[in-house]
């Protein structure tokens, strides 16, 4: 990794004069970002952080003077040309032919690995990792949360894989409950075979609409419960009705979720947990955990003090299971199947005493591993409409980003010469949701805009896109780069070095967010990147330079868009190369 090798050679003087294992040392260097401001120190020490590292007094001592004092100790090498202190830093300026052939070297050399063979991820162990995402519910509507879950699932579970982790991929359906019941009944008097086949989604939800209003009336209500009683009670004839529905449901799904580049390893939803659920209750109860109340519910205490302060509801009076129970039983089934090392839940954060309430009652069944299950929460989008109205279905906004993306491309008659106009906007269009939805924090509400997410100029994902396929085209036109014969000599213009300093931080990114799943630290790096390309495009032609000089910045806009391609890729985003 080129920022390693770098902050290795900056680590092994400092611990010399330090007198500190240069392990420890490393992560307090950081690749300092490219701001409006050009600066020329590429790397810089954190005086705080080594000081904690060390013995923790001297806190109290003035950071900038220490940092001083340091720098001078410090003398430049063959690596750093450049020594300085700030406030409570020391800056490090790395030999400017040398940060050009490093980088450009290891971007090439990595390609798609660039950043992930980091040090900074050496002492990360590989892990297995269940991630569990999307999850909508047969016949209900597949609402923005449902969007959400899957476009942060998807990122999180590209992310764990690109760092070398295992990942299982698990949409865990809501193909179970009550609405089948009503589904059965339903489509006994509304339900047509032939829709079913040809679009099950749509055709079982308004199946689905129609029953809800007809069950009003008693006798349709008691028919829906006969139906899922035998469905409970594993009627074949009936199981066999549930499982077309489910079935064409789950083809469908996995269609639409192939537009928008996700895949899942198994569909196992809550009907699969149904009988599960009975053998988390009788666990429960050997285990003392499960007490009734007068109503004859079930439930278990959660309060420390063993008041009931708080409790949760795992069993209806009837005895039967509810949604808590089934999650009860797919998570210590999924510990079984897989033994992965961490478990996550991606929904949006109205779920999260759900959870909470999960991991606790997990835990109190004492499995240790609880601890190692996480809900990533997110928080809500409001007002995504399309022009036919509200969005009931995934494949609405699709078609809706779609169409506004190609409407826009055809105003600006950028259409004429793309290929396949339709799959270009496609992509284009899913970058701009990707990139409006993964901006801010996770946990932070947003309202949602068609026309600020898909604005050509600022900060989209059009932006990005546009960005990549403008350095494509480069390419194209000037011929390939080829980094045997590049005179890094010539890349000395702060724009290019702008560009350099900002890969080298790519490794850094990745690791934030490795730790945190929030996507923004990724999402902002590549919209500087894009930025900073943009300038360097303007000011460093390739048309009409030297020979050596246009090969030099064809390598180094190669790097930008290599790096750019793989940032892009871990958000769920496909670039393209024409729009
Ligand atoms: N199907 C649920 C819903 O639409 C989400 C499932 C979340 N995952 C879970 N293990 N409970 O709200």
């Given at each position: 990794m080129a920022a390693g090798s770098f902050r290795r050679s900056i680590a092994s003087q400092l611990s010399k004069v330090l007198d500190l294992p240069p392990e420890n040392l490393i992560k307090s260097i950081s690749a300092v970002p490219v701001s409006k401001k050009r600066h020329v120190a590429d790397f810089q020490l954190s005086i705080a952080s080594i000081i904690e590292n060390s013995s923790g007094d001297g806190l109290a001592q003035d950071l900038h003077l220490q940092a001083q004092q340091l720098a001078e100790r410090l003398k430049c090498d063959s690596v750093v040309s450049a020594i300085s202190a700030g406030p409570g830093t020391v800056n490090f300026t790395i030999n400017r032919e040398l940060l050009a052939k490093t980088v450009l070297q290891q971007v090439w050399k990595d390609g798609s690995e660039y950043g992930v063979k980091s040090e900074l991820f050496s002492t990360v162990p590989r892990q297995k990792a269940v991630i569990e995402f999307s999850s909508p519910n047969i016949a209900k509507k597949f609402h923005i949360g449902h969007l959400r879950s899957t476009m942060v699932g998807n990122f999180i579970a590209n992310l764990k894989v690109a760092l070398g982790h295992e990942v299982v991929r698990i949409n865990y359906l809501g193909d179970w409950g009550m609405q089948f019941g009503l589904l059965g009944v339903g489509f006994q008097s509304f339900g047509n075979k032939e829709k079913l086949k040809s679009s099950p989604l749509q055709h079982l939800f308004e199946v689905y609409v129609q029953i809800n209003q007809a069950a009003e009336d008693e006798n349709i209500k008691k028919l829906a419960k006969d139906f899922f009683r035998k469905l409970e009670e594993h009627d074949e004839q009936t199981l066999s009705i549930w499982k077309q529905f489910r079935d064409l449901s789950i083809e469908e799904y996995i269609r639409i979720y192939k537009r928008l580049g996700v895949h899942f390893d198994e569909y196992s939803g809550e009907s699969f947990y149904q009988e599960k659920a009975q053998e988390v209750l009788k666990m429960l109860e050997d285990k003392g955990l499960l007490q009734k109340t007068i109503k004859g519910t079930g439930i278990v205490d959660l309060s420390e003090k063993k008041d009931l302060s708080t409790f949760s509801t795992v069993m209806r009076s009837d005895g039967t299971s509810l949604y808590i129970t089934r999650d009860l039983a797919a998570a210590i089934d999924r510990m079984n199947k897989h033994s992965w090392d961490t478990m996550i839940y991606v929904t949006d954060k109205s779920q999260s005493n759900h959870f909470q309430h999960l991991f606790q009652i997990l835990k109190l069944m004492g499995y240790d591993w609880a601890e190692r299950c996480q809900h990533v929460s997110f928080g809500l989008v409001q007002g995504m409409k399309t022009r036919r109205g509200e969005v009931i279905f995934l494949e609405d906004v699709l078609n809706e980003v779609r169409s506004r993306m190609l409407q826009n491309m055809t105003s600006t008659k950028t259409?004429?010469?793309?290929?396949?106009p339709v799959e270009t906007a496609e992509k284009v269009g899913l970058a701009a949701l990707i990139i409006q939805d993964f901006r801010?924090?996770?946990?932070s509400d947003y309202q949602f805009s068609w026309d600020r997410a898909l604005q050509s100029r600022g900060d989209t994902g059009v932006f990005l896109q546009y960005t990549y396929a403008r350095l494509h085209s480069l390419e194209q036109m000037h011929g390939n780069a080829e980094l045997t014969d590049v005179n890094v000599s010539c890349l000395q213009e702060p724009d290019a070095i702008s560009v350099l300093q900002h890969l080298l931080r790519y490794d850094e990114v990745l690791y934030r967010s490795s730790q945190d799943l929030q996507p923004k630290h990724i999402v902002s790096y590549l919209l500087t990147l894009s930025h900073l390309a943009a300038v360097a495009h303007k000011t460093l032609?390739?048309?009409?330079?030297a020979p050596a000089v246009a090969q030099a910045r064809l390598c180094l806009f190669h790097a930008a868009r290599s790096v750019l391609a793989n940032g892009m890729k871990l958000l769920g985003i496909t670039p393209v190369t024409q729009m």
């Open positions: 259409t004429k010469e793309i290929q396949d801010g924090l996770l946990s032609p390739v048309k009409g330079s």
